[in-house]
């Protein structure tokens, strides 16, 4: 495995945690939890990997590109892991893109996802690749087969200046009610002229602004049922080439 890490000139400001029901981190900058308090792992499979048509899309050869907003305690990037190394192609290749402003220390991460025994070997992995003050990007393989990249700071600013074109999008940012800016007419515009033709999103936001603004971007949206009684959630498609995005 390679470790490779650039420090940006201002390093992001740790965002203050408080944990809830033992290892639940709690942001007390945007007053929401990190995942969803029913399974944020079972969640991770249903909204991003089912809604954008996955694992089926990524078993062929070359490489498989996701991008997500809002990286998190790492949840969706382990457990996403842990689904396409069971499902890959052997001449296939993960890149895993998040972009983060306030990137957790190693031991929040590993508290964070240690409710799942299910990505212990992920999580232990993660962590130990981790570097200790994480800021500008953050790079590293996972295995063989599987690169992850993190890019700390401002997500439109990093987005807008990234070359990088995506098949599939983990949009989970805190709730559109909490930070508006991460589900801006701005930020969606871009997250869309950074995909692919026939690249997907997946959300469980299904606010209407949110809505608006990925079909303003030039998505094409629809709406399904949430998870965990959550009523609905959204994904869709950039037009052009069939993404064969499947159903839950």
């Known amino acids: 495995m390679t470790h490779s890490t650039s420090t940006s000139p201002a390093a992001p400001v740790a965002q203050e945690l408080t944990w ?4 639940m981190p709690y942001s007390t900058a945007f007053d929401d939890h990190f995942y969803c308090q029913t399974d944020g792992r079972l969640e991770c499979g249903h909204v991003f990997l089912a809604g954008n048509g996955l694992p089926e899309r990524w078993v062929r050869p070359g490489t498989f590109r996701i991008g997500e907003l809002g990286f998190g305690t790492g949840l969706n990037a382990c457990e996403t892991w842990r689904q396409w190394k069971a499902t890959r192609a052997k001449d296939g290749h993960l890149h895993f893109v998040s972009f983060e402003l306030y990137p957790m220390r190693a031991e929040e991460l590993s508290r964070a996802l240690s409710r799942w025994p299910e990505i212990d070997v992920e999580r232990e992995a993660l962590a130990a690749l ?19 990249t993190v890019l700390c700071g401002d997500a439109l600013t990093s987005l807008t200046s990234s070359l990088l074109a995506f098949d599939a999008w983990f949009l989970d940012g805190f709730a559109p009610a909490r930070n508006a800016a991460m589900w801006s007419p701005e930020l969606m515009a871009e997250v869309c002229g950074h995909t692919v033709p026939g690249g997907s999103f997946a959300t469980y936001a299904a606010a209407g602004f949110v809505r608006r603004n990925l079909i303003a971007a030039g998505f094409a949206v629809e709406r399904r049922k949430g998870f965990a009684g959550k009523r609905e959630m959204l994904c869709g498609v950039k037009p052009g080439s069939v993404a064969g995005v499947g159903q839950d």
């Open 20 to 23: 809830r029901d033992g290892d």
């Open 130 to 148: 981790w570097p200790e003050n994480p800021s500008g990007t953050v790079e590293f393989d996972l295995d063989g087969q599987t690169r992850l």
